[in-house]
T-cell receptor, first 109, second 112 residues
Framework: QKEVEQNSGPLSVPEGAIASLNCTYS??????FFWYRQYSGKSPELIMF????GDKEDGRFTAQLNKASQYVSLLIRDSQPSDSATYLC?????????FGQGTELSVKP | DAGVIQSPRHEVTEMGQEVTLRCKPI?????LFWYRQTMMRGLELLIY????????DSGMPEDRFSAKMPNASFSTLKIQPSEPRDSAVYFC??????????FGPGTRLTVT
């Protein structure tokens, strides 16, 4: 089974800064990745997915995939306190998703 | 769309009792997933269905756990007998494709 690794954090950034969340994976054949955000006491919410090498931008969020390095990241520009949450990276395997342990992000006002 | 619906939202029960968790997936979705989340183990996939058929139940911890999907709009996860170590948040998720999963609000289970 493929593995998805994330630094559990917590990652603390000041308001307005860029938050960088990283994820590495074991399977070179992985073609797509998903980023979920989970607020404390809530369920995971899909915020981004990326299928190809390079960058994908959606508002303040940018997902970056580097297949050669088996590395995927999520950048959050102009971080807000409302971005404080746990961010989960996931890769598909067969019909299911393999989730990382999640990185806790704290944005300080 | 109402999203994935789970019930109950909270369940407190005593060790040895039977617990049944319920899930209604998003209409039109053909995949349904049951997860368990704890601080120690993170988010674990227990079982998933495609078109009401169980595909992979390798994550089901033991025979005390069972899941059914009698039709496209309903699934249950049953624990019998329950144990304190089953205390966790149980999520149901559904998807149309195999990848983009949408989660329900979860059921917080406490077994005393």
């Amino acid at each position: 089974q493929k593995e998805v690794e994330q630094n559990s954090g917590p990652l603390s950034v000041p308001e307005g800064a860029i938050a960088s969340l990283n994820c590495t994976y074991s399977d070179r054949g992985s073609q797509s990745f998903f980023w979920y955000r989970q607020y404390s006491g809530k369920s995971p919410e899909l915020i981004m997915f990326i299928y190809s090498n390079g960058d994908k931008e959606d508002g303040r969020f940018t997902a970056q995939l580097n297949k050669a390095s088996q590395y995927v990241s999520l950048l959050i520009r102009d971080s807000q306190p409302s971005d404080s949450a746990t961010y989960l990276c996931a890769a598909p395997e067969g019909g299911k998703l393999i989730f990382g342990q999640g990185t806790e992000l704290s944005v300080k006002p | 769309d109402a999203g994935v619906i789970q019930s109950p939202r909270h369940e407190v029960t005593e060790m040895g009792q039977e617990v049944t968790l319920r899930c209604k997936p998003i209409s039109g979705h053909d995949y349904l997933f049951w997860y368990r989340q704890t601080m120690m183990r993170g988010l674990e996939l227990l079982i998933y269905f495609n078109n009401n058929v169980p595909i992979d139940d390798s994550g089901m911890p033991e025979d005390r756990f069972s899941a059914k999907m009698p039709n496209a709009s309903f699934s249950t996860l049953k624990i019998q007998p329950s144990e304190p170590r089953d205390s966790a948040v149980y999520f149901c998720a559904s998807s149309f494709s195999r990848d983009e999963q949408y989660f329900g609000p979860g059921t917080r289970l406490t077994v005393t």
